[in-house]
């Protein structure tokens, strides 16, 4: 059987996944440098080691269909020399939120391909994602680092839905756990979006960058209230983690087009977070609330491309 040419969504997918596993492998590798504690460590070690193969068995695929070779990340743009930034609670919490990204991103792109050779290589990696994920939740936990969601009092029998009022704008009802769950979940993407805008901030030597780090910052932070208040509303406890898992060190570690690239992806992937979370939302309050804040991240977003 003669070979299927490659299609437009393949390449596009994979000139993403290629981009993007680039660039973890970077962020992975100065955590190698820095990491303290050893089962982290290990952990990091397995996640550079799925990006660089990722990045390895796509440039192979890209040489074989005569395809150009996306210029991604490499060394030049980390300094592996640098201080220390991250504390090694933060690495976990950040391979929690990239692996997340990860399963749902190779997943995504599998259901997109036709050719197999290209099928079972987004197969394998979505699988190796997943193992990883689990790894990463055992060590949080067995470390105390994972942040619980809130635990809430179910009632006894099933009730059904009998009027439009348990969607309306005006509903003071508390809260599903479906809700619940997405409001949870975002309020922890946009912890670590706070320490990842601050710690960038704290780095760079470049003032633009700098101010639109903070920016970025200020965003989440807002963001945080906001969902966070809306679960206090029910009179539910928001289980927080910490967002002070980084040093006091200035020295630039990361380069400023690695991290605007960064911050970029982060903001669709928030996007797309707050755009699943509006339509599993049945409070009207609450998809609004997602949609006015998934504009202002938009917004934010077009200033990498003005920068």
Same mark, same amino acid.
């Given at each position: 059987?003669?070979?299927?040419?490659?299609?437009?969504?393949?390449? @596009? %997918?994979?000139?993403?996944?290629?981009?993007?596993?680039?660039?973890?492998?970077?962020?992975?590798?100065?955590?190698?440098?820095?990491?303290?504690?050893?089962?982290?460590?290990?952990? !990091?070690?397995?996640?550079?080691? *799925?990006?660089?193969?990722?990045? $390895?068995?796509? %440039? $192979?695929?890209?040489?074989?269909?005569?395809?150009?070779?996306?210029? @991604?990340?490499?060394?030049?743009? !980390?300094?592996?020399?640098?201080?220390?930034?991250?504390?090694?609670?933060?690495?976990?919490?950040?391979?929690?939120?990239?692996?997340? #990204?990860?399963?749902?991103?190779? @997943?995504?792109?599998?259901?997109?391909? !036709?050719?197999?050779?290209?099928?079972?290589?987004?197969?394998?990696?979505?699988?190796?994602?997943? $193992?990883?994920?689990?790894?990463?939740?055992?060590?949080? *936990?067995?470390?105390? *680092?994972?942040?619980?969601?809130?635990?809430?009092?179910?009632?006894?029998?099933?009730?059904? +839905?009998?009027?439009?009022?348990?969607?309306?704008?005006?509903?003071?009802?508390? *809260?599903?756990? +479906?809700?619940?769950?997405?409001?949870?979940?975002?309020?922890?993407?946009?912890? +670590?979006?706070?320490?990842?805008?601050?710690?960038? #901030?704290?780095?760079?030597?470049?003032? !633009?960058?700098?101010?639109?780090?903070?920016?970025?910052?200020?965003?989440?932070?807002?963001?945080?209230?906001?969902?966070?208040?809306?679960?206090?509303?029910?009179?539910?406890?928001?289980?927080?983690?910490?967002?002070?898992?980084?040093?006091?060190?200035?020295?630039?570690?990361?380069?400023? $087009?690695?991290?605007?690239?960064?911050?970029?992806?982060?903001?669709?992937?928030?996007?797309?977070?707050? =755009?699943?979370?509006?339509?599993?939302?049945?409070?009207?309050?609450?998809?609004?609330?997602?949609?006015?804040?998934?504009?202002?991240? =938009?917004?934010?977003?077009?200033?990498?491309?003005?920068?």
């Amino acid at each position: 059987m003669d070979k299927i040419n490659i299609n437009s969504n393949e390449i @596009g %997918t994979m000139w993403t996944q290629y981009i993007q596993n680039s660039l973890y492998v970077q962020i992975l590798k100065y955590f190698l440098e820095t990491v303290d504690d050893e089962q982290t460590k290990n952990l !990091v070690q397995n996640s550079i080691n *799925l990006s660089d193969q990722i990045v $390895k068995d796509l %440039t $192979k695929l890209f040489k074989d269909d005569n395809i150009p070779i996306p210029k @991604g990340f490499n060394g030049q743009d !980390v300094n592996l020399n640098a201080d220390k930034l991250f504390l090694d609670p933060f690495m976990v919490q950040f391979l929690e939120h990239t692996l997340k #990204a990860g399963m749902l991103a190779h @997943g995504s792109t599998l259901m997109t391909c !036709v050719r197999k050779d290209i099928r079972d290589l987004f197969t394998n990696t979505t699988k190796e994602s997943i $193992k990883l994920y689990n790894q990463c939740i055992d060590l949080a *936990l067995e470390k105390g *680092l994972l942040v619980r969601p809130p635990s809430v009092q179910v009632q006894p029998e099933v009730e059904f +839905v009998k009027s439009q009022k348990y969607m309306s704008l005006f509903s003071n009802r508390p *809260l599903n756990t +479906v809700e619940l769950t997405h409001l949870f979940e975002n309020i922890k993407t946009n912890t +670590v979006g706070i320490m990842i805008t601050m710690s960038s #901030a704290q780095t760079t030597d470049n003032q !633009v960058v700098k101010e639109y780090m903070l920016r970025g910052m200020k965003i989440s932070e807002k963001h945080v209230k906001t969902f966070r208040k809306i679960i206090e509303k029910s009179y539910i406890d928001v289980p927080m983690g910490s967002n002070s898992y980084i040093t006091n060190s200035t020295e630039k570690v990361f380069s400023d $087009k690695l991290i605007m690239h960064f911050m970029a992806v982060l903001s669709a992937a928030g996007q797309g977070n707050y =755009a699943t979370a509006s339509t599993a939302s049945m409070r009207s309050d609450i998809t609004l609330t997602y949609q006015r804040l998934s504009a202002e991240i =938009a917004m934010y977003a077009k200033m990498v491309q003005i920068l």
